[in-house]
């Protein structure tokens, strides 16, 4: 099991993890804004969509039942706290399109009588797992 170490700043939580276990990073700069953001019904169905699978903007849009240029907002404030990424694929055609994507294990949202404390849990990707094997980092 890994050891983990914790450390407070300005009303968010660090957590340096070693093993196995989910690399998890928390330096929000603003935990009631991401607050804010999680508590979008659009939001949560992206992150929950693109969990499953890499998706486009159009399917996220069908099934969020909300417009693209909707998703795109939500999209970028999820980019804002690194909750999504996106990948672009290129096209025979030569019009690329984007799929996003996450890495995100879990949000824990802890309130304390400092504020809120948020913890962002991520798994690396097995590409960047690998590199960084192979390069000893």
């Given at each position: 099991?890994?050891?983990?170490?914790?450390?407070?700043?300005?009303?968010?939580?660090?957590?340096?993890?070693?093993?196995?276990?989910?690399?998890?990073?928390?330096?929000?700069r603003d935990p009631e804004a991401l607050a804010d953001l999680l508590g979008d019904e659009c939001a949560r169905t992206i992150l929950v969509e693109v969990k499953k699978e890499p998706r486009s903007a159009a399917e996220l849009?069908?099934?969020?039942?909300?417009?693209?240029?909707?998703?795109?907002?939500?999209?970028?404030?999820?980019?804002?706290?690194?909750?999504?990424?996106?990948?672009?694929?290129?096209?025979?055609?030569?019009?690329?399109?984007?799929?996003?994507?996450?890495?995100?294990?879990?949000?824990?949202?802890?309130?304390?009588?400092?504020?809120?404390?948020?913890?962002?849990?991520?798994?690396?990707?097995?590409?960047?797992?690998?590199?960084?094997?192979?390069?000893?980092?």
């Amino acid at each position: 099991m890994a050891e983990a170490s914790q450390r407070h700043w300005d009303g968010t939580t660090h957590i340096d993890t070693t093993g196995d276990e989910p690399d998890s990073v928390s330096d929000v700069r603003d935990p009631e804004a991401l607050a804010d953001l999680l508590g979008d019904e659009c939001a949560r169905t992206i992150l929950v969509e693109v969990k499953k699978e890499p998706r486009s903007a159009a399917e996220l849009s069908d099934c969020a039942g909300v417009s693209e240029p909707t998703v795109y907002r939500r999209l970028e404030r999820l980019r804002e706290y690194d909750l999504v990424t996106e990948d672009i694929h290129p096209v025979t055609d030569g019009k690329n399109y984007k799929l996003y994507r996450t890495e995100l294990e879990g949000i824990e949202l802890d309130l304390s009588e400092d504020g809120f404390e948020i913890t962002v849990s991520r798994r690396k990707r097995m590409a960047d797992r690998f590199t960084q094997f192979v390069e000893g980092t």
